[in-house]
C-alpha cells in the first residue's frame, strides 16, 4: 500500500493511543493500523472485545505494537499489560476500529461488561470511533439512534465509507482505511491542541445558531431544509480557538460537537428562539448561522394525516403555516445587544437582497452565499462568501468551510473590535 501519510510532524507523535479493537471482519486490517499508528510515533496499546479475537490474533498484534494486549475484564493473567484503570488513565484517545453495532450499542447506553467497554466509560479521553458493519445494519435505526446518542457526548465518528461490504452488499459501513483513519486522527488532534491563545476572542461571549430547524407537521413529518451546520459548527472552533466562550444552539445535525464548545440541540425555531434569548445576556458577538424556517405550521396533526380514501389524480391538501419568529431581528433590536452578524443565503438578486436584509434586521454585517452554486453552500465542505456591512463588502473565494471561518472573524475582528483591544495575534 502506498501511503499518503509523512510522520515527521505528525500530532500523533508522542501520544498515548487506546486502540479498541470489536468483533468485525474489518479487525483483519488492525495490525496495519497499529503499524500505522507506530509509525507516526504514537505509543499504542491494544484492547480487544472477547469475541474480536475470532478475526485478528493477541499474538499479531502484540508483534506490531511492542505491548501486552488484553481482552478479558477477568485476565488476572495479564501480568504484562496494564490494568484496566490504569489503561483509562493512560489514553491521550481512545480510537476503536473498528467499531461494530453492538459495541456503539455498548458505548451508548453505558454497558461496562467487557474489558473495552469498561475502559470507555472509565476514561475521560476523547474517543474516535470507525464503524464497520453491514449497510443495513449501519442504517437501522437502532444504530443510527445509538450513533446520535454518542455523537452528542461528543464522541468522534470516523466514517464509514461506502463500497463493498466483505457480506458481497455495496453500501456504507466498510470501515475507513487504515490510512484514511490515521489522517483523521491526526487532524482531530492537531485541531484539538489548537492553543485557546492567540486569544484574539479572549473573555468574549459568543453565541451562534448552526444547521436547520424542523417545524412539525405530525407527529411524523415536518419541514425543514438543506443546511447541514457545516459552516456554523467551523465558525464554533474557530471562535473558540481564539478563546472566545462559544454557546452552539444547533439545529438538528449530523455533526460532532467541536471540542470545548457549548451545544444546545433544539428541533423548532420557537425552540432556538427561547435559547437564544436564555444566553443572550452579556452576549458579545451573535452569529446567526442557522437556516431558521420562515414559516411553521399553524397546527399540528396529533394523529398521522392520513391520505384521503376519495384522493385522486388531483388530490390536494392545504397546509396553513404562520410565520416564525426572527430570531436575529430580536437579537439586534435588544438593548444592551451584541454584535449580530447574519448570514443569507440566496438564489437570485443576491447582493441586493443580502444588503434588504441586513438593513431591514438592524445588523451589523451579513454573510452572502450564493446557493444556487452545487459546489458551495449547504452541504457541501466548500463555501464562497461575501460579507457586507453597512459602508462596505468583501469577498472571499471558494475554501474549506473552516478556512473561510477564520477569514470571516478576522474580518469581524477588524470591523468591529478593532476600537477595544484586541490581543495580537500570531500570523496563520
Ligand atoms: O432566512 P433569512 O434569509 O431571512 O436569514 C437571514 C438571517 O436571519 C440568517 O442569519 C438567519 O440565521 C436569520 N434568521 C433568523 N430567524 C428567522 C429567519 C432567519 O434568525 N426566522
Redesign the pocket.
Known amino acids: 500500500m502506498t501511503s499518503k501519510i509523512a510522520n515527521s510532524s505528525s500530532s500523533l507523535r508522542g501520544k498515548n493511543i487506546l486502540l479498541g479493537i470489536s468483533a468485525g471482519i474489518a479487525a483483519y486490517k488492525s495490525p496495519e493500523l497499529v503499524r500505522l499508528l507506530k509509525k507516526q510515533g504514537a505509543n499504542v496499546q491494544v484492547v480487544t472485545t472477547p469475541s474480536a479475537e475470532k478475526f485478528v490474533t493477541h499474538t499479531a498484534l502484540q508483534a506490531v505494537s511492542g505491548n501486552a494486549v488484553r481482552g478479558d475484564l477477568w485476565d488476572e493473567n495479564a501480568e504484562a499489560a496494564m490494568g484496566h484503570i490504569e489503561l483509562a488513565r493512560w489514553a491521550d484517545i481512545i480510537l476503536i476500529a473498528p467499531a461494530t453495532a453492538n459495541f456503539i450499542s455498548d458505548i451508548a447506553t453505558g454497558r461496562a461488561d467487557s474489558l473495552l467497554a469498561t475502559l470507555c466509560l472509565a476514561s475521560e479521553a476523547p474517543l474516535l470511533l470507525a464503524p464497520a458493519m453491514n449497510r443495513v445494519m449501519w442504517e437501522n435505526r437502532a444504530t443510527q439512534h445509538n450513533v446520535k446518542t454518542i455523537l452528542e457526548r461528543g464522541a468522534i465518528i470516523l466514517g464509514p465509507d461506502d463500497g463493498e461490504q466483505a457480506c458481497g452488499e455495496v453500501g456504507l459501513g466498510r470501515m475507513k482505511e487504515p490510512d484514511q483513519i490515521i489522517i483523521e486522527a491526526e487532524q482531530y488532534l492537531a485541531q484539538s491542541s489548537q492553543p485557546a491563545s492567540p486569544g484574539t476572542l479572549s473573555g468574549k461571549k459568543i453565541v451562534i ?1 448552526a444547521g436547520p ?1 424542523r417545524e412539525p407537521i405530525d407527529p411524523v413529518r415536518y419541514i425543514s431544509n438543506y443546511s447541514s451546520g457545516k459552516q456554523g459548527y467551523a465558525i464554533a472552533l474557530a471562535a473558540k480557538n481564539r478563546g472566545g466562550q462559544v454557546i452552539l444552539i444547533s439545529g438538528p445535525v449530523n455533526l460532532p460537537t467541536p471540542i470545548g464548545v457549548n451545544r444546545i440541540d433544539v428541533s423548532t ?1 420557537q425552540e ?2 427561547s435559547e ?1 434569548k436564555r444566553h443572550l445576556e452579556n452576549c458579545d458577538i451573535f ?8 414559516y411553521r405550521p399553524l397546527t399540528i396533526a396529533s394523529d398521522k394525516i392520513k391520505k384521503s380514501k376519495s384522493s385522486g389524480k388531483n388530490a390536494s391538501i392545504k397546509l396553513e403555516l404562520e ?9 439586534a433590536k435588544a438593548r444592551p445587544r451584541p454584535i449580530a ?6 438564489t437570485q438578486a443576491i447582493e441586493k ?1 443580502a444588503r434588504d ?1 441586513l438593513m431591514a ?1 438592524g ?1 451589523d454585517a ?2 452572502l452565499n450564493d446557493v444556487s452554486k452545487d459546489d458551495i453552500g449547504f452541504n457541501s465542505d466548500e463555501n464562497a462568501a461575501t460579507i457586507i456591512w453597512r459602508d462596505g463588502k468583501s469577498h472571499y473565494q471558494k475554501q474549506s468551510k473552516s478556512s473561510l471561518a477564520e477569514v470571516l472573524i478576522d474580518k469581524i475582528e477588524d470591523l468591529f473590535l478593532s476600537q477595544e483591544e484586541v490581543p495580537q495575534k500570531e500570523v496563520r
Open positions: 445558531t430547524t425555531a432556538m428562539q437564544v452569529f446567526g448561522v442557522a437556516a431558521v424556517a420562515d410565520e416564525n419568529p426572527d430570531i436575529i431581528a430580536e437579537v452578524i447574519g448570514f443569507a443565503a440566496e437582497n436584509k434586521k445588523l451579513i454573510i
